[in-house]
Nanobody, 124 residues
Framework: QVQLVESGGGLVQAGGSLRLSCAAS????????MGWFRQAPGKEREFVAS????????YYADSVKGRFTISRDNAKNTVYLQMNDLNPEDTGIYYC?????????????????WGQGTQVTVSS
């Protein structure tokens, strides 16, 4: 069982930056691929980024590539999402999620554990 708690969301102007954090409970954090998804009002939840067990490999949605950076600290059971050059289209609830490596997918369905989400609002 993994419990995830996100933090770091807020209101920021276009062009600004935010850093999201996701703290995980349990001693098996390093056994899971970690990811971030987001959901805008009236839209489906979409993949943002994910990171391999060791942190060597990272994956990004095309819409955030070059602006967002995912990282993890297995000693602290924490995954981060550094978001730069934000624009209003990045507005939404951002969710942290965990999945076993063999089920890693850009689809949200296979992911086992989810946080409660943190709101990110980007004003123009």
């Amino acid at each position: 069982q993994v419990q995830l708690v996100e933090s770091g969301g807020g209101l920021v102007q276009a062009g600004g930056s935010l850093r999201l954090s996701c703290a995980a409970s349990g001693r098996t954090f390093s056994s899971y691929v970690m990811g971030w998804f987001r959901q805008a009002p009236g839209k489906e939840r979409e993949f943002v980024a994910s990171i391999s067990l060791s942190g060597v490999r990272t994956y990004y949605a095309d819409s955030v590539k070059g602006r967002f950076t995912i990282s993890r600290d297995n000693a602290k059971n924490t995954v981060y999402l550094q978001m730069n050059d934000l624009n209003p289209e990045d507005t939404g609830i951002y969710y942290c999620a965990a999945v076993p490596n063999y089920r890693h997918s850009r689809d949200s369905g296979p992911w086992d554990y989810w946080g409660q989400g943190t709101q990110v609002t980007v004003s123009s």
